[in-house]
């Protein structure tokens, strides 16, 4: 793979990392023989370990799912080691991921194949704001390393186009991705980012904030704002 010229640094990709051939393939396992979640909005499988999207870690409560056939030939392998959670995502025109960067205690390497229709994948420096836009095109491995790996967030933005730098907008058709995570061995990270690494973070006592979390928050103070009506209101309007 060959590093992109661009900041953040750490970003490679291999175009035709597979063939048109194989990549229709592949789509069909997709399409045909894969059981996806009943519901709309972006869709997620998952082989190895099973990405936790409430902590962003692991589940430990779901065992180790072997992969399959078909996904063995296109694992990477980074020092000899394959991945140890593969996920398989669908996103329908219109669908995107948040600003987020993988768990810097839990995960090192991360790699991304794609497949389908392109995107462009935005990754951001929270500290400067700086932005830079990565067309993810089909049949493309890419590797995020270095500071893009861990000092920038990506995204993928929630909209239906993609404007190109000539100007050219884009429709967003069906894309599919298979995202490979290997573990952090020791389970933490020395990268010393107090802003993205939750290792630095809890060095300092700062408590991740996760998803879940500011959920309930918003739930208690929810209740606890509830407009209680009195007794004689409610009684005046029983029927």
């Known amino acids: 793979m060959e590093e992109l010229p661009i900041s953040p640094s750490g970003v490679l990709m291999q175009t035709n990392f597979i063939t048109p051939a194989h990549e229709e393939k592949l789509v069909h396992i997709f399409q045909n023989e894969l059981e996806w979640p009943d519901r709309p909005g972006r869709l997620s499988l998952h082989y190895g370990y099973t990405f936790s999207y409430k902590t962003f870690g692991i589940d430990e409560n779901i065992p ?16 000899g080691r394959q991945p140890d959670q593969v996920c398989l995502q669908h996103y329908a025109p219109g669908t995107g991921i948040p600003p987020h ?43 995020m390393s270095g500071d893009s790996r861990l000092h920038w967030t990506h995204s993928i ?10 100007g050219t907008v884009r429709l967003r058709q069906d ?19 107090e802003n993205l690494c939750d290792t630095a973070q809890s060095r300092i006592g700062v408590e991740r904030e996760y998803r879940w979390k500011q959920y309930e928050s918003d739930a ?20």
């Open 101 to 143: 960067v993988d768990t810097h205690s839990t995960y090192d390497q991360l790699y991304a194949l794609s497949l389908g229709a392109p995107v462009f994948m935005q990754f951001r420096d929270k500290v400067s704001g700086e932005r830079t836009d990565v067309d993810l095109v089909p049949r493309s491995m890419l590797q």
């Open 157 to 166: 933005k929630s909209r239906k186009t993609d404007t190109l730098s000539d």
């Open 175 to 193: 894309r599919w991705s298979i995202t490979y995570r290997w573990l952090r061995e020791g389970g933490e990270c020395e990268c010393g980012d």
């Open 64 to 79: 180790f799912k072997p992969f399959p056939d078909w996904l063995v030939p296109l694992l990477p392998t980074t020092e």
């Open 220 to 239: 208690k103070k929810d209740e606890e704002n509830k407009v209680t009506v009195p007794d004689v209101v409610q009684k005046d309007h029983d029927v």
